[in-house]
Nanobody, 125 residues
Framework: QVQLVESGGGLVQAGGSLRLSCVAS????????MGWFRQAPGKEREFVAA????????PYADSVKGRFTISRDNAKNTVYLQMNSLKPEDTAVYYC??????????????????WGQGTQVTVSS
C-alpha cells in the first residue's frame, strides 16, 4: 500500500507556471510507474503524463506536450509535474497515481492502483 499526497496547485494567470509535487509514503516510489491525471468540472478524468520507474519513458497527452514535464526523484519518493505556458483550459483538479503492476507507463487510468486526493489548478485568462 502507498499513500500519495499532491501539493503545489493554485491560481495562476494564463502563460504562467506551476510545479506540482506528489509525495509517496508507505512504500518506495521506485517500484511504481507514476502518472498525472486531471479532471475538470463536468468532464471525465483524463491522462496528462506518466513516467516509468527509471524515468526513461515519459508519454504525454497531446494537449500538454511541449508545455508540461513530468519527472521523479526516487530518493525523495516524489514525482513532479512542471507546468509552463498554462492556459485556461488546463484548469482542473490534478491527481497523481501509482501503478504497481505496470512495466511501462500507461495512459489508461484503470491500470493505476493508488490515487492522491488531488490539488486544484486554476488558470485565469
Amino acid at each position: 500500500q502507498v499513500q500519495l499526497v499532491e501539493s503545489g496547485g493554485g491560481l495562476v494567470q494564463a502563460g504562467g507556471s506551476l510545479r506540482l509535487s506528489c509525495v509517496a509514503s508507505g512504500r518506495t516510489l521506485s517500484t511504481y510507474v507514476m502518472g498525472w491525471f486531471r479532471q475538470a468540472p463536468g468532464k471525465e478524468r483524463e491522462f496528462v503524463a506518466a513516467i516509468s520507474r527509471s524515468g526513461g519513458s515519459t508519454p504525454y497527452a497531446d494537449s500538454v506536450k511541449g508545455r508540461f514535464t513530468i519527472s521523479r526523484d526516487n530518493a525523495k519518493n516524489t514525482v513532479y509535474l512542471q507546468m509552463n505556458s498554462l492556459k485556461p483550459e488546463d484548469t482542473a483538479v490534478y491527481y497523481c497515481a501509482a501503478d504497481y503492476q505496470g512495466l511501462i507507463p500507461t495512459r489508461n487510468k484503470i491500470a493505476y492502483d493508488y490515487w492522491g486526493q488531488g490539488t486544484q489548478v486554476t488558470v485565469s485568462s
